[in-house]
């Protein structure tokens, strides 16, 4: 009984809390009356607060009781407003005036240098202490985010910008969401995320892209990763070497609280190395950042946007302890005719210094967004967002929220569709896509040009595809398709189906069912591509794909057992009919002459292997050692992993119910990825394998590796660029390793003029063995920019250097 007593009154108390709340809200201008956006306002003493919106105005809710409001923004001196929170709501509005700068008395030294590197000194000092000062904390995260298009063209290349007018013609938003977490950091770089409550405009089932950890930049690191803008990251302006980068500029001194706050300029030595300019204001003696206003452009090399501003405004947490307390990055961009800008703001408030987190609180699963969080109501909103929203942004919840109702009706998608699906004269040529939104239900026909192509052993060859896909609300898909072909030159019909079913999202589980009557090189993986085959054998008379009939029947299931683990068996019946050359067609005739359809002879013209049916089972394992991720309703996102990925597969080839074939096949692999920061980022991979049994085999089961004799690459990195196709194919043992690395500009961006192309040094080495004795090997340099990659590459046979070989492509990892 005693118990429930207390329980009452606790509920009765927050009930009058609740009741008894006390909104404060105003207005915050600057000396010259116009709105201050983005100003910081909190209780002091405290973390909790909230920001003033873009027009100027905030609110708070504060229970009973006596506060001092801090009122403070970054080049304004800040303002303490004492409240007496009553019985009544309270309209305070405030001026903020610029803040008073002093020039600091110092004696400049014999070389003239500016008092500014001093404390740019003791603060690198210090660096290491703040960075490591708070083992552990948590915070409640409020980020808003809008994206704005000021300027577009009707069309591009012939398509419209915006069918659906989504893009509002007033005010240009296209994006504008809400979000609210609970953030909860530990040393060294653990992190969860709970975000709590999620609202897009216009889409009530959606979540937003807010992440509490892609806001908090911490300029204690010496690189501040940011990957959506640069690979290599960019200089902290207090960074161990930050002096070989910077230059600084004392321009005076403010005071806060009795505490004397430096103002620094910093500047850019090279023009287009990856650093900041702007303001970092640093406190005296404790050497801590106070605040920073910090600018990106495009001369420091920066991707997809044109100018990035970020701002940082520190409050003291505990005695000694200053945290962030607002960010705000503001971006413009511009591409194709379209300009635009964007900003992102986030509060962070009530921190609670090293929190007692229960064991096994920190996984792999960094964030994960609650079922209910797309689902909160007005009410809940209008209490729990600190920056209270501008007239435009109540417009556009109002105006998108009400056209969502009309948009996701049958009526309105259905119409869309129509004119969507409303076939084109270049449908014929690019193929034909048909969607029903309202269902969620798509397929198409793929496109018949690329189906046109040509090989010595069906000739020219026509084909095209179908497909069908049905989402279903929980994420769950399946999908069926197929595609069919004709040989002109074998006069053979050829095709394949498919269907397959996504039945849990979260676990990545798939069952797959595939037949078909197909051509199939020898080595699966398709070294060649039908289209290069195709300009090579006509315009060169090099036919350097090999091909063989295959008939077939298989099923995959594919799933992920516990994080990071994945399981995928497959079993395959086949029937597999060696060809030969039915033609020798070609545009133009060459010193080269079509060689025979046999990989392992290509001067043997007559068929290369008996025919044979083969039952084969394989079963792979993939681990993502600590594989990090993201949930949300129904949905698993992985982000990576520092760690190396170890991949495992058992082949098996089974004598029986009209299989002749008989082996097994064991391989082990690794795969790692290392980013070195500003020296750039490497891959490397490492697969080993043996044929535990080789009793029957035909060249189809041995196992190949990814050659290439044209100019044409993937770039993948475990392709070989200059190895012949099938030369060094095995039924014994082998082990394969690559190396790559991207320099990322470390080079080319320090020589003038050409660090304006922005150019990307790569270099990797590869080896391979085979059966023990014969080795092969790879060294290649090349540059790469905005995908293309060009690569001078040398090949190496036991040592001796066999042949050199430049190879361009398309490369977008």
């Known amino acids: 009984m005693k118990k429930s007593y207390t329980i009452f009154a606790l509920l009765l108390f927050f009930c009058l809390q609740q009741a008894t709340a006390i909104t404060v809200s105003g207005k915050v201008t600057d000396e010259n009356n116009q709105p201050v956006p983005f100003a910081s306002i909190y209780i002091k003493g405290t973390t909790r607060g909230t920001s003033s919106n873009l027009q100027g105005f905030y609110t708070i809710d504060l229970a009973p009781g006596k506060y001092e409001l801090v009122f403070k923004l970054i080049g304004y001196k800040p303002e303490i407003e004492t409240i007496n929170a009553e019985s009544t709501n309270q309209a305070i509005n405030v001026k903020l005036v610029p803040e008073s700068i002093m020039l600091k008395e110092a004696t400049i030294n014999a070389s003239g240098e500016d008092p500014a590197y001093e404390v740019i000194r003791q603060a690198q000092k210090k660096r290491k202490f703040y960075l490591e000062q708070v083992d552990a ?192 990055f503001n971006f413009d961009f511009g591409f194709l005719g379209i300009k635009g800008d964007g900003m992102f703001v986030s509060v962070n408030s009530n921190y609670i210094i090293d929190p007692d987190f229960p064991k096994h609180f920190f996984t792999q699963e960094i964030m994960k967004v609650n079922d209910d969080a797309n689902k909160k109501d007005s009410s809940y909103w209008k209490e729990s967002r600190p920056i209270p929203l501008t007239v435009e942004e109540a417009n556009d919840y109002r105006k998108r929220d009400s056209m969502a109702l009309i948009r996701h009706s049958k009526t309105y998608t259905d119409s869309t569709d129509r004119k969507k699906n409303k076939f084109k004269f270049k449908d014929l040529f690019l193929g034909y896509n048909h969607m029903n939104t309202y269902k969620k239900q798509y397929w198409s026909i793929s496109d018949p040009l690329l189906g046109l192509q040509f090989n010595t052993v069906q000739g020219v060859n026509l084909s095209s595809g179908f497909n069908f896909s049905k989402l279903y609300e929980n994420n769950k898909r399946y999908s069926f398709g197929g595609a069919v072909g004709y040989g002109f030159s074998n006069n053979d019909f050829y095709g394949s189906v498919y269907a397959g079913y996504l039945y849990k999202p979260q676990k990545f589980a798939r069952i797959n069912i595939a037949a078909g009557h197909t051509y199939s090189q020898f080595n699966s993986n398709t070294p060649i591509l039908p289209l290069i085959n195709s300009l090579y054998s006509l315009l060169n008379e090099q036919n350097f794909m090999k091909l063989y009939q295959k008939n077939f029947v298989s099923i995959t299931h594919s799933s992920e057992l516990f994080n990071g683990f994945y399981f995928t068996p497959s079993v395959e019946y086949a029937t597999r009919t060696s060809l030969i050359n039915t033609t020798g067609l070609a545009w133009i005739h060459s010193d080269y002459n079509y060689t025979s359809n046999d990989p392992q002879d290509k001067t043997n013209f007559a068929y290369a292997f008996h025919n044979n049916q083969a039952l084969t089972v394989d079963l792979k394992v993939r681990y993502v050692f600590k594989q ?87 770039f993948g990195l475990a392709d070989f660029q200059l190895l012949d196709y099938y030369t060094n194919s095995t039924n014994k043992q082998f082990i394969e390793g690559h190396f790559e690395h991207n320099f990322l500009g470390f080079f080319l961006n320090k020589i003038p003029l050409i660090k304006k192309l922005k150019l990307q040094e790569i270099g990797k080495a590869s080896i391979l063995t085979t059966d023990g004795k014969n080795t092969y090997g790879e060294l290649s340099i090349g540059i790469q920019r905005l995908g293309f990659r060009a690569d001078f590459v040398a090949g190496f046979s036991n040592q001796k250097q066999v042949s050199t070989g430049l190879r361009v492509g398309l490369k977008f990892n």
Request: charged residues 25%.
């Open 628 to 714: 990090r991720y993201y949930t949300a309703p129904n949905i698993k996102t992985v982000t990576g992993s520092k760690f190396p990925t170890l991949l495992i597969d058992y082949k098996k080839g089974i004598n029986g119910l009209g299989s002749v074939v008989d082996y097994d096949l064991l391989t082990i692999g690794i795969e790692h990825s290392l980013n070195l920061k500003w020296l750039g980022k490497s891959n490397y991979s490492i697969t080993a394998g043996s044929f535990l049994n080789n009793r029957k085999m035909y060249f189809m089961d041995y196992y190949h590796f990814n050659g290439n004799q044209t100019l044409f690459s993937g």
């Open 137 to 328: 904390y948590s915070c409640d995260v409020y980020i808003k985010g809008e994206q704005r298009i000021l300027k577009k063209p009707k069309k591009i290349m012939g398509m419209e910008v915006d069918p659906d007018n989504e893009i509002d013609s007033t005010t240009g938003i296209v994006y504008l969401s809400e979000s609210v977490s609970k953030f909860n950091f530990k040393q060294k770089n653990k992190i969860k995320e709970e975000m709590i409550s999620s609202k897009v405009s216009g889409d009530n089932k959606a979540f937003s892209y807010n992440q509490a950890s892609d806001m908090l930049f911490n300029f204690y690191e010496n690189l501040i990763q940011i990957d959506e803008l640069s690979e290599k990251g960019f200089i902290s302006p207090i960074s161990a070497t930050a002096m070989l980068s910077y230059r600084y500029k004392l321009l005076g001194t403010f005071y806060e609280d009795g505490q004397m706050i430096n103002k620094i300029q910093v500047i850019p030595k090279r023009k287009n190395d990856p650093v900041f300019s702007g303001i970092i204001n640093i406190m005296e003696n404790s050497w801590r950042i106070h605040s920073l206003q910090l600018v990106l452009t495009k001369d420091a090399q920066i991707d997809f946007v044109d100018t990035l501003r970020i701002n940082q405004v520190f409050v003291p947490v505990e005695k000694e302890i200053w945290l962030p307390f607002s960010n705000k």
